[in-house]
């Protein structure tokens, strides 16, 4: 079982800036492929970026392409979020998800069978 957990949630206005963190534990974390989801008030969970457990060029949703960054630090089991440019719209509960062992790139949330409870970013207009 991997545990995931997310800090770095908070307030903004728009424009600004905010790093997410996801910390994991229980699993050979450089072994995973990781994504971050995010849903808004009365919407349903959606995807915002992936990086791959191998390497490789991130994934991202065309919403946050060029204003998000994902990237790792295996050496400290975690994988991060900037999140620049903020947008209101970008308001939500953000989740840490993980693949299975080795797991393929997705885009849904059928693919990531861990996930962490979520971090609140909410940003001000």
């Known amino acids: 079982q991997m545990q995931l957990v997310e800090s770095g949630g908070g307030l903004v206005q728009a424009g600004g800036s905010l790093r997410v963190s996801c910390a994991a534990s229980?699993?050979?974390?450089?072994?995973?492929?990781m994504g971050w989801f995010r849903q808004p008030p009365g919407k349903e969970r959606e995807f915002v970026a992936a990086i791959m457990w191998s390497g490789g060029e991130p994934y991202y949703a065309d919403s946050v392409k060029d204003r998000f960054t994902i990237s790792r630090d295996n050496a400290k089991n975690t994988v991060y979020l900037q999140m620049n440019s903020l947008k209101p719209e970008d308001t939500a509960l953000y989740y840490c998800?993980?693949?299975?062992?080795?797991?393929?790139?997705?885009?849904?949330?059928?693919?990531?069978?861990?996930w962490g409870q979520g971090t609140q970013v909410t940003v001000s207009s």
């Open positions: 998800a993980a693949t299975g062992y080795r797991g393929a790139m997705s885009t849904t949330t059928r693919g990531y069978p861990y």
């Open positions: 229980g699993r050979t974390f450089s072994s995973y492929t």
